[in-house]
């Protein structure tokens, strides 16, 4: 699987075990059903965890968001 750096590193439920990446499937396949909020479009991956907001978002339209 090929993915943004970024995108896989603040993916939600991904982690580092020593060098390798786990986590990254199962949230790859999550995000497949969760639109973003910013742009409308299937694939977010990162959840907000400000005051418990919890709205899903792509890296880059997170960081557009603030």
Do not use: M
Not at 9 to 37: N, P
């Amino acid at each position: 699987v090929w993915t943004h750096w970024k995108c896989a590193v603040w993916a939600s439920g991904v982690y580092f075990d020593g060098d390798e990446l786990k986590g990254l499937s199962e949230a790859i396949e999550e995000g497949q059903s969760l639109v973003c909020c910013k742009c409308n479009k299937s694939g977010a991956t990162i959840i907000c965890h400000l005051h418990s907001c919890k709205r899903p978002y792509h890296y880059p339209c997170a960081l557009q968001e603030g």
